[in-house]
């Protein structure tokens, strides 16, 4: 099945703790994104990568880092999460004709 | 860069009641069109996409939208609306990058 796969699907975690949402597909796809959503802001890109070896901030970058060191990752690293860091999360990934997304991380940064 | 608006934060719909949800984008070429739902605690699902052709997109749980190149929208409606129809919409344009509105939730009182 054809599928974009997020882990974790909840994170409670604490100021200043480095962690990482790891995100998977499974189409061969060359574009991979992170987006955030917040209410009443709909989702913004923090993330986009175009293929491996080549990624570009979105629109909400600070305070994240990611890496595509290989066409079906495309991992998101927060280094010193903050409470503003507090969202829920989306990977996707497109291969020219639509997007698939992941199910989405639940992150609370306390 | 492309905008996406939803003029509608919520709306409340009766069951049975027609729909049409608004939105408008700003690109200055013809992008390609995406309207998304999302239920309380789950992720996106795709309901139609427009990339090009036949101006109105049949989408999926008995869903169309109208691209109207003169007004920039892309509407969603339904002709007669479930309960299980509230969620939260967004409507999503892809010119170099996919960008969200800002979501409208939908009510459906019995």
């Known amino acids: 099945e054809a599928q974009v796969t997020q882990n974790p699907r909840y994170l409670i975690t604490v100021t200043g703790k480095k962690l990482t949402v790891t995100c998977s597909q499974n189409?061969?796809?060359?574009?991979m994104s992170w987006y955030r959503q917040d209410p009443g802001l709909g989702l913004r890109q923090i993330y986009y990568?175009?293929?491996?070896?080549?990624?570009d901030k979105g629109d909400v970058p600070e305070g994240y880092k990611v890496s595509r060191k290989e066409k079906r990752n495309f991992p998101l690293i927060l280094e010193s999460p903050s409470p503003n860091q507090t969202s829920l999360y989306f990977c996707?990934?497109?291969?020219?004709?639509?997007?698939?997304f992941g199910s989405g991380t639940r992150l609370t940064v306390v | 860069a492309q905008s996406v608006t939803q003029p509608d934060i919520h709306i409340t719909v009766s069951e049975g009641a027609s729909l049409e949800l608004r939105c408008n984008y700003s690109?200055?070429?013809?992008?390609?069109l995406f309207w998304y739902v999302q239920s309380p605690g789950q992720g996106l699902q795709l309901l139609l996409k427009?990339?090009?052709?036949?101006?109105l997109v049949q989408g999926i749980k008995g869903f169309e939208a109208e691209f109207k190149r003169s007004q920039s929208s892309f509407n969603l409606r339904k002709p007669s609306v479930h309960w299980s129809d509230a969620a939260e919409y967004f409507c999503?344009?892809?010119?170099?990058?996919?960008?969200f509105g800002a979501g409208t939730i939908l009510r459906v009182k019995s």
């Open positions: 996707a990934s497109s291969g020219g004709y639509g997007y698939t």
């Open positions: 189409m061969n796809h060359e574009y």
């Open positions: 990568s175009m293929n491996v070896e080549v990624t």
């Open positions: 690109y200055g070429a013809t992008p390609y």
């Open positions: 427009y990339f090009s052709g036949d101006t």
């Open positions: 999503a344009v892809e010119g170099n990058k996919l960008v």
